[in-house]
């Protein structure tokens, strides 16, 4: 399970069991989760964040996607 960052409490992150998936995220913090996809930036599910955290998630999705995939294209590509 690669973690690819970590922003304030937010651990960014992938398992390494998931290469016939499309790229994705997987963002935790304490008990809360969320995956968002990458190709285009999508909420594909949560578990108890709230929308207002889930809008700041997005964006920093969004800002930093270009690391992400990068990230994921290189461990995938192995």
């Known amino acids: 399970m690669p973690t690819i960052l970590r922003i304030g409490p937010y ?5 390494s069991n998931e290469n016939g998936e499309p790229a994705h995220i997987h ?5 809360m989760i969320a995956k968002f996809w990458l190709q285009p ?5 949560s578990t108890r ?6 809008r700041k998630l997005k964006t920093l999705v969004i ?6 995939l990068e990230a994921w294209n290189e461990y995938f590509s192995r």
């Open 11 to 15: 651990r960014f992150y992938f398992y």
């Open 27 to 31: 963002i935790q913090r304490e008990t």
């Open 41 to 45: 930036v999508t909420l594909a599910s």
């Open 49 to 54: 964040f709230t929308p207002k955290e889930l």
């Open 63 to 68: 800002e930093h996607k270009e690391t992400l």
